[in-house]
């Protein structure tokens, strides 16, 4: 049940683009990490390139983004999570263009007690349901 949050430094990305990036994100998150896409959230952020810099220096000619997932942690291997980062980044390369020199992809891992949906924890879920995915 992760909740995704894109950054994307370039606020004219059409809401065609977004609905594209929403739906490759959640179809990677259900491949690579297991998750239910019924219960996947998806928010993009568009925000101005001139308030992005990396190194210090304003962008130009690339796109900046940063994708942050929450997830319930222990539900993933290393293995998994290394290969949702790898693939994330290169979905935002083939959607965005060119991206600057650091471009972040971060999975948050949080304790079952103090995540969850629906007014339900994560930890009651699975105590109810050991063998629901996350």
Request: no cysteine; hydrophobic share 45%; proline share 5%.
């Amino acid at each position: 049940m992760p909740f995704a949050r894109l950054t994307i430094a370039d606020p004219a990305v059409s809401a065609d683009v977004q609905a594209e990036l929403a739906a490759a994100i959640t179809a990677l998150l259900e491949k690579d990490l297991l998750k239910e896409p019924e219960v996947t959230v998806f928010h993009t952020n568009l925000v101005p390139a001139d308030r992005w810099f990396v190194d210090a220096t304003r962008l130009t000619g690339t796109t900046g983004a940063h994708l942050e997932v929450s997830i319930t942690v222990g539900t993933n291997t290393a293995a998994e999570k290394a290969a949702f980062i790898e693939h994330a980044y290169e979905l935002l390369h083939d959607r965005l263009g060119p991206l600057p020199g650091a471009v972040y992809v971060a999975l948050y891992e949080l304790d079952g007690e103090s995540y969850g949906y629906n007014g339900v924890t994560q930890l009651a879920r699975r105590r109810l349901d050991p063998g629901e995915k996350d």
